[in-house]
């Protein structure tokens, strides 16, 4: 009697990887619907902006990997925001197979407000994207 499970596949000859398709429905930030559907880079950039928006832990439809953990953030000092921001984002982006790094971080303040703009480098190339917290 065999203890592990049996299986007809046979991978001795290595395993493949196919990209999927990254196809999903494109949502006008303008009117707040649905329209269509898009794919490649503007899929990529839909859906950062879609993780830098919501908060992680919080919402039981997005599963808890997903979005950037704010909490914590707001009110503390502004050094401490941005370091924190670049690792939060970081962590929170990288999830997405499509997205193989963040750089050219920068960081801007304007009286409570703090500004980090930075490069999310993608399968499908770059965009450039900022977020803002208020550190009062």
Same mark, same amino acid.
């Given at each position: 009697?065999?203890?592990?499970?049996?299986?007809?596949?046979?991978?001795?000859?290595?395993?493949?990887?196919? &990209?999927?398709?990254?196809?999903? $429905?494109?949502?006008? &930030?303008?009117?707040?619907?649905?329209?269509?559907?898009?794919?490649?880079?503007?899929?990529?950039?839909?859906?950062?902006?879609?993780?830098?928006?919501?908060?992680?832990?919080?919402?039981?439809?997005?599963?808890?990997?997903?979005?950037?953990? $704010?909490?914590?953030?707001?009110?503390?000092?502004?050094?401490?925001?941005?370091?924190?921001? &670049?690792?939060?984002?970081?962590?929170?982006?990288?999830?997405?197979?499509?997205?193989?790094?963040?750089?050219?971080?920068?960081?801007?303040?304007?009286?409570?407000?703090?500004?980090?703009?930075?490069?999310?480098?993608?399968?499908?190339?770059?965009?450039?994207?900022?977020?803002?917290?208020?550190?009062?």
């Amino acid at each position: 009697m065999a203890v592990l499970p049996q299986s007809a596949v046979d991978l001795t000859n290595g395993v493949e990887f196919v &990209q999927q398709p990254s196809k999903t $429905w494109y949502i006008n &930030q303008e009117t707040g619907r649905i329209q269509g559907e898009i794919d490649g880079l503007a899929a990529v950039t839909q859906a950062v902006d879609v993780l830098l928006n919501v908060e992680r832990f919080r919402w039981q439809i997005y599963r808890t990997y997903s979005g950037v953990q $704010w909490e914590g953030l707001i009110g503390q000092d502004p050094g401490y925001v941005a370091s924190e921001l &670049q690792r939060r984002i970081t962590q929170a982006l990288t999830m997405d197979d499509r997205v193989r790094g963040i750089s050219n971080f920068s960081y801007s303040t304007n009286g409570n407000t703090l500004t980090a703009s930075f490069t999310v480098n993608t399968v499908y190339g770059a965009t450039q994207t900022t977020v803002e917290v208020n550190v009062a």
